[in-house]
């Protein structure tokens, strides 16, 4: 089994929404924090939310609060990124990560999805 096998992402236009979701094994659902890194064409990958294992705590990068929400779906072993209110500027391919700390960075990620883009046009 992949660790992490994602689904979803495509294209809209710009004010639509998506839903992103990741399917994990279960001992790396239960053990890590879950979430979404991005890449932008030439720039960094950047995370984009997470979340507890406890599912009580979320974090986002301030330029998705409020319109992006995490959730998990303990029963399924599956967590989801629905993107509400979706900009130009959240094109990019995003990646289902399972990492060590809610906040950390690239280097607290211990398993990668394959990767699914979406794309807002304006």
């Known amino acids: 089994q992949e660790p992490l096998v994602e689904s979803g992402g495509g294209s809209v236009q710009a004010g639509g929404s998506l839903k992103l979701s990741c399917a994990a094994a279960?001992?790396?659902?239960?053990?890590?924090?879950m979430g979404w890194f991005r890449q932008i064409s030439g720039k960094e990958r950047e995370r984009v939310a997470t979340i507890h294992p406890s599912g009580t705590s979320t974090f986002y990068t301030k330029s998705v609060e409020g319109r992006f929400t995490i959730s998990r779906d303990n029963a399924e072993n599956l967590f989801h990124l629905h993107m509400d209110a979706l900009k130009p500027e959240d094109t990019a391919m995003y990646y289902c990560?399972?990492?060590?700390?809610?906040?950390?960075?690239?280097?607290?990620?211990?398993?990668w999805g394959q990767g699914t883009q979406v794309t807002v046009s304006s």
């Open positions: 990560v399972a990492m060590r700390y809610c906040t950390g960075g690239i280097g607290d990620v211990r398993y």
């Open positions: 279960e001992s790396i659902y239960k053990r890590y924090c």
